[in-house]
């Protein structure tokens, strides 16, 4: 007998012994009503009335995108269609979300960027040139199959992690998603492509400065800021270990965990606005990764629409981007760090913490 005639009664064999169960319902008749019982021709359009409820409802306004925080499961009974659709329908679209508003509300910042970001930071934060706060999010995720420990915490959990750079406006400019979440922010920013930018020089950070009132001083360079998970460097700032008393110490501590924190408020904005970051999310990594993107563009484009409403630029939001800039602020990361801190790097911390102490002393933080 060949080859052939062997597979063929193989088959054979295995369908007497496991007989295909029979099909009940081509499209099952819940969801052949969908049009109308389903959510979407029901409650959307009665929502839709009343522009108060839809925002309630949606967490977005009437015009715009919409947003829910149940389960595929939920969604698919509640719009009367399959589950495999509800994947494949928030995988597309958040991905065509990304590549649609991508380029415009979070492009790859230039020159005059950092310079617009220090600005804000200084007038808003009282820290001088300082173009960004730094800090991780972790995203909790049931445990992907097969994954081991790479994707375990320390809080318990398993989760990817949202490393991201944000201005004095709360709006995300650089983010990072899909590192492990066993990994530290230091480590995941140390290997992003953001961090090999810090390293190689090459995220178009402006020339040293000097900062208005302390000409004695001398050129300062821009800095990031971000809390005792990254590296000390002479661009990137982070408090001084341990507990300190009434001081300078404790005055740049202060200084810089009022201008670091503006991360947090981001983070707890988006958290508010997408309830997916208040549960468990029961997708794969590489969905979860597409959903944060997805999110953290929209954060921005519904927060450039509440500025320019609130008149708090003087000119519209627009994109400085240059040709040959890159399109794209993240990419997967590996995952390695090191927290140690050359001696241009802690000259710099103490070059503003003898600043903040002097001429760039603010009347309410003695008493902190």
């Known amino acids: ?62 015009e715009l995108y919409l947003a829910t925080g149940d389960s595929f499961c939920t969604i698919a009974f509640s719009y009367r269609v399959g589950l495999s659709t509800v994947c494949m329908v928030v995988k597309e679209v958040s991905a065509a979300i990304w590549e649609e508003l991508q380029p415009e509300f979070m492009p ?18 009282n820290f001088p040139n300082c173009v960004g706060s730094v800090d991780g999010k972790h995203v ?53 492509v953001f961090g090999e930018g810090l390293r190689d020089d090459t995220l178009d950070l402006p020339q040293d400065a000097v900062i208005p009132g302390s000409e004695p001083r001398g050129r300062m360079p821009f800095v990031f800021v971000g ?21 300078e110490k404790r005055a740049f501590n202060y200084r810089l965990s009022r201008a670091r924190l503006v991360v947090e408020c981001a983070f707890g904005i988006l958290s508010s606005q997408w309830r997916m970051y208040k549960r468990v999310m029961a997708v794969s990594p590489t969905t979860a990764e597409t959903c944060v993107r997805a999110t953290c563009v929209l954060h921005n484009f519904l927060r450039v629409l509440t500025l320019r409403r609130r008149q708090y630029q003087n000119q519209p ?52």
Request: aromatic residues 12%; hydrophobic residues 35%; positive net charge.
């Open 1 to 62: 007998m060949d080859r052939r005639k062997k597979i063929i009664l193989a088959a054979v064999l295995h369908l007497r012994r496991n007989p295909c169960r029979r099909r009940r319902y081509w499209v099952h008749p819940i969801r052949r009503s969908r049009e109308r019982y389903g959510e979407f021709h029901r409650l959307v359009k009665e929502l839709r009335l009343d522009n108060e409820l839809f925002q309630q409802y949606f967490r977005m306004p009437r």
């Open 108 to 125: 790859a910042p230039s020159m005059d960027d950092w310079l617009t970001i220090a600005e804000g930071f200084r007038h808003r934060w």
């Open 140 to 192: 909790v995720l049931q445990a992907p199959a097969n994954s081991g420990s790479q994707f375990f915490n320390y809080k318990g959990t398993f989760s990817i992690v949202l490393l991201a750079v944000v201005d004095a406006q709360y709006l995300f400019r650089v983010v990072d998603v899909g590192g492990y979440g066993r990994t530290s922010d230091g480590g995941i920013l140390w290997n992003s």
């Open 227 to 247: 809390d005792e998970a990254f590296p000390l460097r002479r661009d990137l700032m982070r408090p001084y270990p341990g507990p300190h008393g009434p001081g």
């Open 317 to 368: 939001y627009t994109s400085s981007r240059r040709p040959g800039d890159p399109d794209d602020c993240l990419r997967g990361v590996s995952r390695l760090g090191s927290n140690n801190a050359t001696r241009e790097a802690l000259g710099v911390r103490a070059q503003f913490t003898s600043y903040f102490s002097e001429e760039g002393a603010v009347p309410w933080q003695i008493h902190r």
